[in-house]
């Protein structure tokens, strides 16, 4: 008896979860996690399309490793026993300084795709940025989400189009845009090469085969209605459009003789925020800030398009001492824990920007997923403020953190 009395104090179980989704998400504790039941779930066309990048892949793992190469110099006997996370983003107040990216074809990795991410995003109270590739459209978007919404934007040739883009969004409560101007061309990804994978997805017998052994996908998708771009398919393109005939009016539409002209176009025709996503350098980050752009995403688009661009960890310091008294600063890329994102705060960016890694939640778990995801990075941003003996996001600097030294 007295061995059972033992046990009763000295032991708890774990709880049972009935619901397979939660099963899947007790079992993760951070992006990596997530990212292997992904793997598992969806057919591997489908995650590699998630999961890869441009030509090698070395500038995607550049960008995680990047927040490796910094390390903290903690502070003790601070009193953290109230840490506030809270910080501003373009004038408005966010849970902590994260802002939900924008990634195209959403719905591959579940049937909800972007509806599932924008009520998540609402939940935490981050910014949600709806890509104009998106499998949802600006309307439906708003009619699940009054939280922050961003859209992103491609500098098109079609300018109709994009007028009538940026005048819906404006009547349904979006309240930036974010250009992205890393995309005169395509990137090269070998892995959709290899997969035959494209956009809108072609079914081969691999595919199906693929997809007999993750029958949960399977069901998902097929009980869906029909992917499609929901925000090409407007009233100046034709909403009946077909799937296979907006790609290829997608893919003739990115502009190689894009220029810093085209912003002062979106000036003219957006009176909201503007962001520019893809800055890649000190003097582009510079030219960004005369122009008089809000705020600009140092990004490389998640190392899908130029392989061997830089980390973006390592840009946020010198860009923040050429304009960060000018221009708000986000972060893009190799986001994996909340203590990367004290890392790129405490260098100098106003918030950062994850987009894979909310993918990788969708394809294991739903929104259930996303919201796992985005309250662990939460969680993992106070904890290392606290540990780092910061009281609050406002007091991070450069004191904090330094350059690992690899010798």
Same mark, same amino acid.
């Given at each position: 008896?007295?061995?059972?009395?033992?046990?009763?104090?000295?032991?708890?179980?774990?709880?049972?979860?009935?619901?397979? @989704?939660? +099963?899947?998400?007790?079992?993760? &504790?951070?992006?990596?996690?997530?990212?292997?039941?992904?793997?598992?779930?969806?057919?591997?066309?489908?995650?590699?399309?998630? =999961?890869?990048?441009?030509?090698? *892949?070395?500038?995607?793992?550049?960008?995680?490793?990047?927040? /490796?190469?910094?390390?903290?110099?903690? +502070?003790?006997?601070? =009193?953290?026993?109230?840490?506030?996370?809270?910080?501003?983003?373009?004038?408005? @107040?966010?849970?902590?300084?994260?802002?939900?990216?924008?990634? !195209?074809?959403?719905?591959?990795?579940?049937?909800?795709? *972007?509806?599932?991410?924008?009520?998540?995003?609402?939940? &935490?109270?981050?910014?949600?940025?709806?890509?104009?590739?998106?499998?949802?459209?600006?309307? *439906?978007?708003?009619?699940?989400?009054?939280?922050? /919404?961003?859209?992103?934007?491609?500098?098109? /040739?079609?300018?109709?189009?994009?007028?009538?883009?940026?005048?819906?969004?404006?009547?349904?409560?979006?309240?930036?845009?974010?250009?992205?101007?890393?995309?005169?061309?395509? $990137? #090269?990804?070998?892995?959709?090469? +290899?997969?035959?994978?494209?956009?809108?997805?072609?079914?081969?017998?691999?595919?199906?085969?693929? !997809?007999?052994?993750?029958?949960?996908?399977?069901?998902?998708?097929?009980?869906?209605?029909?992917?499609?771009?929901?925000?090409?398919?407007?009233?100046?393109?034709?909403?009946?459009?077909?799937?296979?005939?907006?790609?290829?009016?997608?893919?003739?539409?990115?502009?190689?003789?894009?220029?810093?002209? %085209?912003?002062?176009?979106?000036?003219?025709?957006?009176?909201?925020?503007?962001?520019?996503?893809?800055?890649?350098?000190?003097? =582009?980050?510079?030219?960004?800030? /005369?122009? !008089?752009?809000?705020?600009?995403?140092?990004?490389?688009?998640?190392?899908?398009?130029?392989?061997?661009?830089?980390?973006?960890?390592?840009?946020?310091?010198?860009?923040?001492?050429?304009?960060?008294?000018?221009?708000?600063?986000?972060?893009? $890329?190799?986001? #994996?824990? $909340?203590?990367?994102?004290?890392?790129?705060?405490?260098?100098?960016?106003?918030?950062?920007?994850?987009?894979?890694?909310?993918?990788?939640?969708?394809?294991?778990?739903?929104?259930?997923?996303?919201?796992?995801?985005? *309250? @662990?990075? #939460?969680?993992?941003?106070?904890?290392?403020?606290?540990?780092?003996?910061?009281?609050?996001?406002?007091?991070?600097? +450069? =004191?904090?953190?330094?350059?690992? %030294?690899?010798?």
């Amino acid at each position: 008896m007295s061995f059972l009395r033992n046990l009763r104090t000295t032991i708890k179980f774990r709880e049972v979860h009935l619901n397979p @989704t939660q +099963r899947r998400l007790a079992r993760a &504790a951070n992006v990596e996690d997530l990212r292997k039941i992904a793997r598992k779930r969806l057919p591997k066309g489908v995650f590699d399309y998630i =999961d890869g990048a441009a030509d090698t *892949e070395w500038t995607m793992r550049e960008n995680s490793s990047g927040f /490796k190469r910094i390390a903290f110099r903690p +502070r003790i006997l601070r =009193d953290v026993s109230n840490i506030e996370t809270k910080t501003t983003l373009l004038g408005k @107040t966010i849970d902590f300084p994260l802002v939900l990216a924008p990634t !195209g074809f959403g719905r591959i990795a579940h049937s909800q795709g *972007e509806l599932a991410v924008a009520r998540s995003a609402d939940r &935490a109270n981050l910014p949600y940025t709806l890509s104009t590739l998106g499998t949802r459209s600006i309307e *439906e978007v708003s009619a699940v989400s009054k939280g922050r /919404k961003w859209f992103q934007v491609y500098v098109w /040739k079609d300018r109709e189009l994009l007028k009538e883009m940026l005048q819906r969004a404006s009547v349904h409560g979006f309240e930036a845009i974010m250009i992205t101007v890393d995309t005169p061309i395509l $990137g #090269r990804r070998e892995r959709d090469i +290899r997969n035959g994978f494209t956009l809108p997805p072609k079914i081969g017998i691999d595919t199906l085969l693929s !997809g007999m052994i993750r029958p949960g996908w399977v069901w998902d998708f097929l009980r869906a209605e029909p992917i499609t771009f929901a925000n090409v398919g407007g009233s100046h393109q034709g909403g009946d459009k077909s799937p296979i005939y907006l790609s290829e009016y997608i893919n003739g539409q990115f502009d190689p003789s894009l220029s810093w002209s %085209d912003v002062e176009w979106f000036q003219k025709h957006w009176k909201g925020p503007i962001i520019l996503k893809g800055i890649q350098t000190v003097a =582009d980050a510079q030219l960004a800030a /005369k122009a !008089g752009v809000d705020a600009i995403a140092l990004s490389n688009h998640g190392g899908r398009q130029l392989d061997y661009s830089p980390a973006m960890v390592d840009l946020v310091a010198p860009v923040a001492d050429a304009v960060g008294d000018q221009v708000e600063i986000i972060c893009d $890329g190799g986001i #994996r824990h $909340g203590s990367d994102i004290v890392k790129a705060v405490a260098l100098g960016a106003r918030a950062c920007m994850l987009g894979r890694p909310y993918l990788y939640a969708l394809g294991a778990g739903g929104e259930a997923g996303v919201d796992f995801l985005l *309250e @662990t990075l #939460r969680r993992g941003f106070g904890d290392t403020l606290a540990l780092t003996g910061t009281k609050k996001t406002s007091d991070l600097n +450069r =004191d904090i953190v330094h350059l690992r %030294d690899h010798r």
